[in-house]
């Protein structure tokens, strides 16, 4: 088997943290909504609205992150977000035990942690491009996505048999502790951190909140990139709290079979990013782009069909299987492109931009989704998703042609 190259010490430390807190996240699959339906007894529209409005809040509070980020040093950054996490995830099972635990605490939490996952983000990404060569960013990211895939595939399966022996706080618990976990992983990275964008003698201005935004929107591929990724983001995001009503209430899955339902596809997600390694040298950037992005529109509207029983269980597999293996192509390719064509001193701001994007994206079509499940069923709310994703595969590069990296001056390179 081929091996990618050494990417050094302090790569392995953020590599082990981020596996870390990805087994925790996977581990406690749509733990919120679990913990709305089993616990506190919500609707189909109030699941909707929990995800809407934790997004939506989050999106909002992120927004002058992406400048404040570039501002700093990364890792104390990294660190901050994940101790943030560990705590207010942590209340929620010191809330229940009191009995004060409230749909609005829940809320709440939800805003928090995501907020928080744009921040990360955020600083990672701009530490992951001063910490990598240009050359070896694709096997980076591709490790990355290979870790989260092998995660999402091994944590839902053995969070739903947690939550079925133990309930859906015990997972909540254990994704504190990855957080907690790796912030000391991101400790121990020692070395060199990235160095904050240089400061200017102008101050802040609130018109630099938009910094990212424009840096994505003039550039020809970056901006059908960022429509296309966060149509299909939201539109997939937004059918995942109706499935798991439809999966666990309507249809009447255990919740160890929502785990496998969703945890073993992922296995083509690690397919798929490895094999990202191998198209990309071989047909080209660009091309590999448009065919995973235009293959990963064409599975969601597969689930409107799923029955009750062992077939159903089957369908949902194989229909997931074949949209994860496509995104787990098309996720490192894409990363990788993002991180070439954003200055260094302009990358948090950028992805901050992005995730801020695609965050609101989600919350807004999760609310929707939630309405239009209520009056017409969650079924129904799937295949409608299903066939307007099918459109998304319009906004892709596919005739222009992709424009060379920007240039990385040699102090920043490693």
């Not at 590599?15 to 807190?21: E, N, P, R, V």
């Not at 609130?206 to 935004?213: A, N």
């Amino acid at each position: 088997m081929e091996r990618g190259p050494s990417l050094g010490r302090e790569f392995g430390w953020l590599w082990t943290a981020y596996a870390t807190s990805m087994a925790g996240t996977w581990f406690a699959l749509d733990a919120f909504p679990l913990i709305a339906i089993r616990l506190l007894d919500s609707s189909p529209a109030q699941v909707s609205l929990l995800s809407a409005a934790g997004l939506a809040g989050a999106a909002l509070i992120a927004i002058p992150l992406g400048p404040w980020v570039d501002r700093r040093r990364k890792r104390p950054v990294m660190i901050g977000a994940d101790l943030l996490r560990f705590a207010v995830l942590l209340s929620l099972p010191v809330a229940h035990l009191a009995g004060v635990l409230t749909f609005l605490q829940l809320v709440l939490v939800s805003i928090v942690v995501a907020a928080s996952n744009v921040v990360f983000t955020a600083a990672s990404g701009a530490c992951l491009k001063a910490l990598v060569r240009p050359e070896h960013l694709l096997s980076a990211n591709g490790r990355f996505e290979s870790t989260m895939w092998t995660a999402t595939a091994l944590g839902p399966p053995s969070g739903g048999l947690a939550v079925g022996a133990f309930g859906p706080l015990v997972t909540t618990v254990v994704n504190a502790a990855s957080f907690l976990l790796s912030a000391f992983g991101i400790r121990a990275m020692g070395g060199e951190d990235a160095p904050p964008a240089p400061k200017t003698a102008r101050p802040f201005r609130p018109g630099d909140l938009l910094d990212g935004w424009r840096r994505i929107l003039s550039h020809p591929t970056l901006r059908l990139l960022f429509f296309n990724t966060t149509l299909v983001n939201g539109l997939i995001m937004a059918t995942a709290p109706l499935l798991a009503v439809l999966l666990l209430r309507d249809l009447g899955f255990a919740p160890w079979q929502y785990g496998l339902a969703f945890g073993v596809p992922c296995l083509g997600g690690l397919v798929g990013s490895r094999l990202s390694r191998r198209l990309v040298p071989r047909y080209g950037q660009r091309r590999v782009m448009v065919a995973s992005g235009a293959l990963r529109a064409c599975w969601l509207v597969g689930l409107a069909f799923v029955r009750p029983g062992p077939w159903g269980l089957v369908l949902v597999i194989l229909v997931e299987f074949g949209l994860v293996t496509c995104v787990g192509v098309f996720n490192p390719v894409l990363a990788t492109y993002r991180l070439e064509h954003s200055p260094a001193d302009q990358v948090a701001r950028v992805l901050s931009a992005w995730s801020v994007t695609s965050s609101a994206t989600i919350a807004a079509l999760t609310a929707s989704w939630g309405l239009l499940a209520a009056v017409t069923g969650p079924r129904t709310a799937v295949a409608a998703a299903g066939v307007l994703i099918l459109g998304t595969a319009f906004l892709l590069p596919y005739r222009r042609r992709l424009a060379a990296p920007d240039p990385v001056p040699a102090a920043d390179r490693v």
